[in-house]
């Protein structure tokens, strides 16, 4: 930051440049009876201009009306390290050790809210602490495993492509070829879902497990969520027994436990609870509790480790495309002409587009798109046998996805066309169920909690 007192003006930034103060350094604001003590912050870009911004010792920033009686006064450094699990611009911490007989994890972030801190000009998140920094704000990852720490990408969840989930799948297959026990990916937790996806197709075979993780709260919140999923994921990776991609988050809203969902089967499904996260039509394949170092397996279905074996690349013109009353056939027609080579369906019910598109879609066919169907309803599967519509739709050549999520449809369809463009192949990779996509038996424990009370 150039400006040592950014934000400021007037008779405020007057005051503060007397005083020799500059963004960062530790002071104490006295209006009326009350004590402000913190870190001078930058200020807002919307805030008013007469305004000072502490970061108080809780992690909360306060932002002071400057008045005629206001005094301001540098105050002393606070103690190193008082405030552990919190960012600020005067606490250094101590690199922490490593135990060398513990197994070793390698982190690799990608951006996203919990490698993030908050833009104080503006008020907005934005992607900036290193996997290095993680582990200085969370030591006590140190105890669970051996870290090493990189930085592939610092961008949010929505600017991901599959070009970065190549990207991720070679880092990550390098990781475990240096001799790395599992892996945790930090990642933005609005397309962790994709992601997750895409490294459960593209690792045929695992030699351990790979942690997606992510936060719902920037690491510089006090409320934060970061270190305690941050911790789960490194034990999920130094300690868990499958050898597969998972999405590590909390389990409920409270700090108990988290839970390991199988990258195929994850989907957010609130905006900022901490407990987001939700296995769709399977469980969960573990509890998670780092507090007391232990896994608690709950689906034994899982992959064993074996021999690294990658099989990487996407095809990035697939497209997945929601029905909506009023839908035309100009949709599907506008990816026929642009030369997408499938579409993702995220139909209504038991999988169904209207009446209206099937020309288009018949057309999609015939010009060799791979047309999937799959439902908007999430829970259940495709069935297009039992109305005429969907009898209709599968005349025209569309594949049933069973009972993949839309987003794990268009993953997977994304990696098949890497690999081939024969319909025939394509439509027996779709049907089969290669990385635990697709599960042939619902119980009534696999829906939330509010469909059955």
Not at 49 to 55: A, D, H, L, P
Request: aromatic residues 8%; proline residues 6%.
């Amino acid at each position: 930051m150039e400006d040592p007192l950014h934000g400021y003006g007037g008779e405020v930034r007057r005051v503060l440049e007397e005083l020799g103060l500059r963004v960062g350094d530790r002071v104490r604001v006295v209006r009326g009876g009350e004590v402000y003590e913190g870190i001078l912050m930058p200020r807002y870009a919307l805030a008013g201009k007469q305004i000072i911004v502490v970061k108080l010792d809780n992690g909360y920033n306060v932002g002071v009306k400057w008045e005629p009686g206001v005094r301001v006064e540098r105050a002393e450094k606070p103690r190193q390290g008082a405030r552990r699990g919190m960012l600020s611009a005067e606490v250094v911490f101590p690199p922490p050790r490593m135990a060398e007989d513990k197994p070793p994890v390698s982190i690799i972030s990608t951006g996203g809210t919990i490698a993030s801190r908050v833009e104080y000009e503006t008020g907005a998140v934005r992607p900036a602490i290193s996997s290095e920094d993680l582990v200085h704000i969370v030591p006590e990852i140190t105890e669970t495993a051996r870290i090493e720490a990189d930085i592939l990408y610092s961008i949010f969840s929505e600017d991901m492509t599959p070009k970065h989930w190549e990207g991720i799948v070679e880092a990550v297959a390098e990781k475990f070829r240096k001799g790395a026990r599992g892996v945790v990916v930090t990642h933005g937790t609005d397309t962790m879902g994709y992601t997750a996806a895409a490294l459960s197709f593209a690792f045929r075979s695992l030699p351990g497990p790979v942690a997606l993780v992510g936060s719902q709260r920037s690491s510089d919140r006090p409320s934060s969520d970061a270190a305690f999923n941050l911790r789960a994921a490194v034990l999920v990776a130094a300690q868990a027994p499958f050898a597969e991609a998972v999405v590590v988050m909390h389990g409920e809203t409270g700090d108990t436990y988290a839970l390991a969902h199988r990258g195929t089967k994850v989907r957010k499904m609130h905006t900022s609870r901490r407990d987001a996260f939700q296995s769709i039509n399977a469980p969960p394949l573990a509890r998670v509790y780092p507090d007391e170092q232990r896994i608690e397996i709950i689906d034994g279905r899982y992959r064993e480790p074996g021999e690294l074996e990658v099989e990487n690349g996407f095809d990035d013109k697939v497209a997945l495309v929601k029905m909506y009353p009023g839908i035309t056939g100009e949709v599907i027609d506008m990816f026929v002409d642009k030369g997408y080579h499938g579409l993702v369906l995220e139909g209504t019910g038991l999988g169904h587009f209207p009446n209206s598109t099937i020309k288009a879609i018949e057309r999609a066919v015939e010009e060799g798109l791979a047309v999937v169907m799959t439902s908007q309803c999430l829970f259940g599967r495709v069935n297009m046998n039992v109305y005429s519509t969907g009898r209709r739709l599968l005349a025209a050549g569309v594949i049933p996805g069973d009972d993949m999520l839309p987003e794990t449809a268009y993953v997977k369809l994304s990696w098949i066309l890497a690999r081939t463009r024969d319909p025939g192949e394509v439509r027996r990779l779709m049907l089969t169920n290669l990385a635990g996509e697709m599960n042939p038996r619902h119980t009534l424990e696999l829906y939330p909690r509010w469909y059955h009370g």
